[in-house]
């Protein structure tokens, strides 16, 4: 187990509680608390050098938390600040997916007009509709995914150049017929954007969000400049050492946005409080089929839904995530690390949500320990078994999903896309119920 793992769970395990009878409340009713708590979960990874970044939070539109640490460039011992700009990589699309919204809502390009007029040249463009592009269903081949993108990836190429390296790839899979992420889809929908406006993507991006919404960190990146604020990333392997950045002219639409996660936030709160589109633009970009929405991925976090995107370019890593329901804005950027920047996205944000560790004894667990059977369907069968004072459920025979305890007698095995899966256990542990989506079921202990 890393060490820095071992620091995350130290960490954690000072600010766990027993349970209690009622519902946790929101930690940004006490933000003292929830600031004490993720400084604490911070500083371990700063002083051990194993995490550099910039993380904000907003609640209804307002800053209730930000954290700058390590460099933006370590060989001039440059500090990073709340206001140090980063590649945001693929952040970009959901960028790129609003602007295509709105010129659908100005009339100007049509959901589900196809692309060949646009580009005849692509395999199946007279089946590939612009929804295919925003929604990963074009079957067209990912450009990151060839093995020549990595002799490239640092050179000036045109989109002409972009658009012809496309062209040649020979389709996946069929238009429609399933989802698979590709950066080749958010490159086009730039280009049919700077088609229909007559305009480049970084005038449009300034004209439709940046200047509406007063971003005034957040453009299409060029080379970096230190002397602009603008970061550096690094690769902490063996040693904190500077990372060869890739061109940004290759990254048009899919992954070319500086910003700061200030702004990130700002642009998040904008999208889902119907500022910048239309509800039923955005219930579209929402609507998740195979994984995917439309510039967005759906996001579950203790039993709370969000929408957002990540990122990664170089060894830049980003997340930003809105939660409708509770009005939050979330973006964590890091320009280097050694620790899982997903895990450290999820622990703060259960901080933040009060989902504080919930200890059970070994005894209480105990008497969830067993095999449990659907009562419409004896085959159907679950199956838990104890870790001191944890609860596995096992999968298949197999596998392992440690459970996360939330209070009276229920576990969830928590993902990162879908429903999670709740058991709801009586409390003599004689029978559960399960849920996961639209099922509910009970079960009974044989």
């Known amino acids: 187990m890393r060490t820095s793992f071992l620091l995350l769970i130290s960490v954690l395990l000072i600010y766990s509680c027993k349970e209690k009878n009622k519902n946790n409340s929101l930690n940004q009713k006490n933000p003292k608390n929830f600031t004490l708590k993720t400084d604490s979960l911070l500083t371990v990874y700063e002083k051990n050098g194993e995490f550099m970044g910039s993380l904000e939070l907003s609640h209804k539109g307002k800053s209730i938390y930000s954290k700058t640490i390590g460099y933006s460039d370590i060989e001039s011992k440059k500090k990073a600040d709340s206001n140090t700009k980063y590649r945001i990589g693929s952040i970009s699309k959901t960028f790129t997916a609003a602007l295509i919204f709105k010129a659908i809502e100005e009339n100007k390009l049509s959901f589900n007009e196809t692309i060949e007029k646009y580009f005849p040249n692509i395999k199946n463009a007279n089946k590939i509709t612009i929804a295919n592009l925003l929604q990963h269903r074009s079957g067209i081949h990912d450009y990151t995914r060839d093995k020549k993108f990595f002799e490239y990836r640092t050179q000036y190429k045109s989109s002409q150049d972009m658009l012809s390296i496309i062209s040649n790839y020979e389709s996946d899979f069929e238009p429609n017929t399933q989802g698979e992420y590709s950066n080749s889809n958010y490159f086009l929908l730039s280009q049919i954007l700077e088609k229909k406006y007559n305009k480049p993507y970084e005038i449009l991006l300034q004209e439709k969000i940046t200047l509406p919404l007063v971003l005034e960190d957040t453009y299409s990146g060029k080379q970096i400049n230190i002397n602009n604020n603008e970061s550096h990333s690094y690769s902490f392997s063996k040693k904190q050492t500077k990372f060869v950045e890739t061109d940004m002219s290759i990254t048009i639409g899919s992954g070319s946005i500086v910003s700061t996660p200030k702004d990130v936030n700002k642009f998040m709160t904008a999208l889902f409080t119907g500022k910048l589109l239309s509800t039923e633009s955005l219930d579209l970009m929402k609507t998740i089929e195979d994984n995917y929405g439309m510039g967005l991925f759906q996001y579950k976090i203790t039993d709370r839904k969000g929408f957002?995107?990540?990122?990664?370019?170089?060894?830049?890593r980003s997340t930003s995530i809105y939660f409708p329901k509770e009005d939050l804005a979330f973006t964590l950027i890091s320009n280097g690390a050694k620790v899982d920047i997903n895990d450290l996205y999820i622990e703060i944000l259960k901080l933040y949500f009060n989902d504080a560790i919930i200890e059970l004894s070994k005894t209480e667990v105990e008497r969830f320990v067993g095999t449990y059977v659907y009562e419409k369907d004896k085959k159907d069968k679950v199956v838990f078994i104890q870790d001191e004072t944890t609860?596995?459920?096992?999968?298949?025979?197999?596998?392992?999903?440690?459970?996360i305890y939330k209070g009276n007698n229920r576990f969830v095995m928590e993902q990162m896309y879908g429903e999670s899966i709740s058991f709801m256990f009586s409390s003599d542990g004689d029978h559960l119920t399960f849920e996961q989506g639209n099922f509910k079921g009970k079960y009974i202990k044989e």
């Not at 957002?308 to 830049?316: Q, S």
């Open 308 to 316: 957002g995107h990540r990122g990664h370019l170089d060894e830049f």
């Open 391 to 403: 609860l596995v459920h096992i999968i298949k025979g197999e596998f392992k999903e440690p459970l």
